[in-house]
């Protein structure tokens, strides 16, 4: 019996039944309260950095909480219908043109086994990379991939990674005709993988030959010729599914660029494979067809999801500008988590920073995925931290479903906006290039490198105040962790004269504290705490996270107590404004006295606190901070002494 039913036959006959409630046809949220407009959002904006300060406010004041994320680029704080406009119906439906939403409609694929529905999508290619020299090492090592989640395979040949003439050996056990390959060397690559493959027509669609000769010419400095492509293209037409040229654009992302530089390098990269393809007999729909897109994926998720998008939709302005039919227009991507956010320092980090940049790579659309073991930065990865590289993916999309949703960021006003101001920003550097004479051009020109250098600039100086902050090193280091040891990795192409450097944000800092760990005993800072503990601790914990971001050890004591057995001339004295005022300056002269040679102190400059040497505060300039108290302590000396000492004994 329905509750409506128990009701009426606990109601008397002649009782009156209360009317049944009418619903409204619309249901408001918040409905009761008076609309907010976004100048009544502005005037509280306001009065909050008023009282934090900040006297002189920029027109409109969101401008103030503007945060970049790329060259010419910036994230406001809140974002609007207005903000995003007729975007959102101007990206079109997933698998359309101009495929800002993605370049599939549906499942890529027929019916999984268990009958599932096949308009659901089942997911991208988890990619793995290999490049150790061993090769009964790797050919282990992609059988257990493959056999665990891994759906294709990527392997670097030439001089300290796999041997090209191992190329067979490795693939022994390989079944090509269910998972591609992509090989990445150069021609010698391609002419081994090719010879593997000849006679074939069953390998396995979305493997590449990995040719990216203007990749190339970015990292060695030395120009290079693209009139061969062509009749590898060919070749590999033999194979249907099998591309020749990988656009790399994490080649560009590893010198410092923004995401802004990596699509417009990409993007010139792309029409100039195009140029020498057509050039070499290929029509245009043919040479559209043998490319594939590599780009990087970073921990800073909405801006990796918008720079896919907005990737998908340059190309396809390029493919419409060249006529390619819409079929061809669709620009395949393969995404790689981020070499420059990597650390070697706390690594188990690393799996943080690579979930979410996978995240970000699913959502934003990319084909192929291949995130980097946590060690990468340490050498070659072992057993564990592939399986964890290969388990995230796993994760992602089977138990986190992540693939079952079609661009689940479309019609976010602030992921539209976002995605609209990357993608004319490439254009505008992709045009640039373009009028320099291309990409070939503008690389021995030295214009990509200047302005890769000043994007890597600006990240650099946020990098060294801590706007950005590296968990694990520049913020709340763990001064006692041990490293895992790990075979060291070949660089295959190390830059060259006149070529892209490659950079890592955390490389400054690591620096630093290799050098104050080589040294024993461990340079320290010591932390004079004055007041009580309330007042004090939160300067103190500052200090000693800063301090220990260069490798400083940071005992504490009370006032002076202490100072003589922390063996260190170095001080940094913690505690609040008014105690500094009632007794900084006879604390300084102390620890003088007592043999403090450098007195720094946790606070702002504006304390102006007699007989200090410098500040440490929330946006300093870390790096510099931690540089002049390396020199104060002399450690620069110190390491190349304790390194002689160690080859002296070995």
């Not at 790797?138 to 190329?167: I, M």
């Not at 650099?460 to 895992?484: C, K, Q, Y």
Request: glycine residues 10%; aromatic residues 6%; proline residues 6%.
């Amino acid at each position: 019996m329905s509750p409506t039913d128990e009701q009426q036959a606990a109601t008397p006959p002649d009782a009156e039944v209360p009317p049944e409630p009418e619903a409204p046809d619309e249901l408001a949220l918040a409905g009761e309260f008076a609309e907010a407009t976004r100048d009544q959002w502005r005037d509280l904006v306001a009065a909050v950095l008023r009282k934090a300060g900040r006297e002189e406010l920029p027109d409109p004041v969101e401008d103030a909480l503007r945060v970049p994320v790329a060259t010419g680029v910036s994230v406001a704080p809140l974002y609007t219908a207005e903000d995003a406009g007729d975007l959102p119906e101007l990206v079109g439906v997933p698998g359309a043109p101009p495929f800002v939403r993605g370049a599939r409609a549906g499942a890529a694929g027929a019916t999984v086994a268990g009958g599932a529905d096949p308009d659901v999508p089942g997911g991208w290619d988890v990619r793995q990379r290999h490049a150790d020299p061993d090769v009964a090492a790797t050919r282990e090592a992609v059988l257990a991939d493959l056999e665990n989640g891994v759906s294709s395979l990527w392997l670097v040949l030439g001089e300290g990674a796999v041997p090209v003439d191992s190329l067979a050996d490795v693939l022994a056990d390989v079944y090509l005709d269910l998972a591609p390959v992509t090989v990445q060397g150069g021609p010698a690559a391609a002419e081994a993988f090719l010879a593997l493959v000849e006679g074939r027509t069953d390998l396995a669609p979305g493997g590449s030959l990995g040719l990216d000769p203007l990749g190339v010419q970015a990292t060695s400095g030395q120009e290079q010729d693209l009139a061969g492509l062509a009749d590898l293209a060919r070749r590999a037409q033999a194979h249907p599914g099998l591309r020749t040229v990988v656009v790399d654009g994490t080649v560009f992302a590893d010198a410092g660029a923004s995401a802004v530089e990596e699509l417009g390098c990409a993007l010139a990269a792309g029409v100039a494979y195009l140029r020498a393809l057509t050039d070499g007999g290929l029509s245009v729909d043919e040479a559209f067809g043998q490319l594939d897109f590599r780009f990087s994926a970073s921990a800073d998720q909405f801006t990796t999801i918008a720079a896919l998008r907005a990737a998908r939709r340059l190309w396809d302005r390029v493919a419409e500008a060249s006529g390619a039919a819409p079929e061809a227009r669709a620009q395949r991507q393969h995404a790689v988590t981020s070499s420059v956010m990597t650390t070697r320092h706390d690594p188990w980090v690393n799996m943080l920073r690579t979930t979410v940049a996978c995240f970000a790579a699913g959502v934003g659309g990319a084909d192929v995925v291949t995130v980097q073991p946590f060690d990468a930065a340490l050498g070659l990865p072992d057993a564990f931290a592939r399986r964890i590289a290969r388990n995230t993916q796993t994760l992602l999309v089977e138990e986190g479903h992540l693939a079952r949703v079609l661009d689940p960021a479309g019609g976010s006003w602030y992921v539209e906006s976002l995605t609209e101001d990357l993608a004319q920003a490439a254009w505008a550097w992709f045009t640039e290039i373009e009028r320099a004479g291309g990409l070939a051009a503008a690389l021995t020109s030295g214009l990509v490198g200047e302005r890769i250098a000043a994007a890597w600039a600006d990240r650099n100086e946020r990098l060294a105040h801590r706007t950005d902050a590296i968990t694990g090193v520049s913020e709340f280091p763990n001064p006692t962790e041990l490293l895992p040891k790990r075979r060291p990795a070949a660089d295959v192409l190390p830059p060259g004269p006149g070529g892209l450097p490659r950079v890592r944000a955390a490389a400054e800092f690591e620096e630093l504290r290799d050098r104050a760990e080589a040294v024993e005993p461990r340079p320290a800072v010591h932390l004079a705490t004055l007041g009580s503990v309330a007042r004090h601790t939160a300067r103190a914990t500052f200090a000693a996270n800063l301090f220990q971001a260069g490798g400083l050890l940071t005992p504490s004591g009370d006032g002076a107590a202490g100072f003589a057995a922390a063996s260190t001339p170095v001080v940094c004295l913690c505690g609040s404004d008014k105690d500094y005022a009632e007794s900084a300056a006879g604390l300084v002269a102390e620890l003088r006295a007592a043999g403090a040679t450098s007195v720094w102190i946790a606070g702002r400059p504006e304390l102006g606190v007699d007989g200090v040497d410098g500040y440490v505060y929330a946006g300093c300039d870390a790096l510099a901070a931690l540089r002049a108290v390396h020199e104060q302590l002399g450690i620069a000396e110190m390491a190349i002494s304790a390194n002689g000492d160690q080859e002296d004994r070995a």
